[in-house]
């Protein structure tokens, strides 16, 4: 990835003002947090531990996740985590995987008590409201393990996308033996775009989802089985999204 449009979390809010993404490097991001290598370690274990995810259309076998909901008081910082809910969508945004409830195993209730874990949720969600103002967040957490056992993973099976929600984080964690998983950020109502790839675990792009359209290429092995694991954080003012 090129260095020159990284950006301190200092400044990341103004950038997702100005261009609607911004791309902050692993060191930054941990100190920001004020997490060692090892807190980092002790929260990425848990992807190993990730149930398939039985809602894929498209016939595959390649996805593994967790989900879990919490609201953030953006005043005060009061980070909830709410009784465990279905993930939805409306088909405008998803139409592969919109328009029906999908129920996910939770997040293992011991990474959600971690203090980087808890850090992660609240400093990202607070700088977000810095580009937009909002008293509340509504945020829904994604474990992702992508593999290729099949050959090919499709982190993003539903092609260029938003999301429906205010801002989405995505945060790499780990790649294992791949090659390919270029993210793809586009303007909605425009012609720019920037095409870059996460390869340092723990590197994290922002987005401000009204304003960008997202995708991530598919990913193939290097040798006889690779992964590809991130955390995928979504904020949305008003509500979670829901069918009623």
Same mark, same amino acid.
């Given at each position: 990835?090129?260095?020159?449009?990284?950006?301190?979390?200092?400044?990341?809010?103004?950038?997702?003002?100005?261009?609607?993404?911004?791309?902050?490097?692993?060191?930054?991001?941990?100190?920001?947090?004020?997490?060692?290598?090892?807190?980092?370690?002790?929260?990425?274990?848990?992807?190993?531990?990730?149930?398939?995810?039985?809602?894929?259309?498209?016939?595959?076998?390649?996805? +593994?996740?967790?989900?879990?909901? @919490?609201?953030? *008081? /953006? &005043?005060? #910082?009061?980070?909830?985590?709410? %009784?465990?809910? $279905? !993930?939805?969508?409306?088909?405008?945004?998803?139409?592969?995987?919109?328009?029906?409830?999908?129920?996910?195993?939770?997040?293992?209730?011991?990474?959600?008590?971690?203090?980087?874990?808890?850090?992660?949720?609240?400093?990202?969600?607070?700088?977000?409201?810095?580009?937009?103002?909002?008293?509340?967040? +509504?945020?829904?957490?994604?474990? @992702?393990?992508? *593999? /290729? &056992?099949? #050959?090919?993973?499709?982190?993003? %099976?539903?092609? $260029? !996308?938003?999301?429906?929600?205010?801002?989405?984080?995505?945060?790499?964690?780990?790649?294992?033996?791949?090659?390919?998983?270029?993210?793809?950020?586009?303007?909605?109502?425009?012609?720019?775009?920037?095409?870059?790839?996460?390869?340092?675990?723990?590197?994290?792009?922002?987005?401000?989802?009204?304003?960008?359209?997202?995708?991530?290429?598919?990913?193939?092995?290097? &040798?006889?089985?690779?992964?590809?694991?991130?955390?995928?954080?979504?904020?949305?003012?008003?509500?979670?999204?829901?069918?009623?």
């Amino acid at each position: 990835m090129d260095a020159m449009i990284s950006t301190p979390p200092s400044q990341a809010a103004g950038a997702l003002r100005e261009q609607g993404w911004a791309v902050i490097q692993p060191e930054d991001l941990l100190s920001w947090l004020h997490a060692g290598q090892a807190a980092a370690d002790a929260v990425h274990a848990s992807w190993s531990d990730l149930p398939p995810d039985t809602h894929l259309r498209d016939g595959g076998a390649y996805r +593994f996740r967790r989900h879990s909901c @919490f609201t953030l *008081d /953006t &005043a005060t #910082g009061e980070l909830v985590q709410i %009784p465990h809910r $279905a !993930h939805w969508q409306p088909v405008t945004y998803n139409a592969l995987h919109g328009g029906f409830e999908r129920w996910f195993e939770p997040v293992d209730p011991a990474i959600c008590a971690q203090p980087l874990w808890q850090a992660l949720l609240r400093q990202i969600g607070q700088l977000v409201a810095q580009a937009k103002p909002v008293p509340m967040w +509504f945020i829904e957490a994604h474990q @992702f393990r992508v *593999d /290729t &056992a099949g #050959g090919i993973g499709r982190p993003t %099976p539903e092609g $260029a !996308h938003r999301d429906g929600v205010d801002f989405v984080a995505v945060l790499m964690l780990e790649r294992h033996a791949i090659k390919g998983g270029e993210t793809r950020v586009f303007e909605a109502e425009g012609p720019r775009g920037v095409r870059f790839t996460l390869q340092r675990p723990w590197s994290t792009v922002l987005l401000d989802d009204e304003r960008v359209i997202h995708e991530t290429s598919p990913i193939q092995p290097l &040798a006889d089985h690779g992964w590809r694991d991130t955390l995928v954080l979504t904020f949305r003012q008003g509500g979670f999204q829901s069918e009623t």
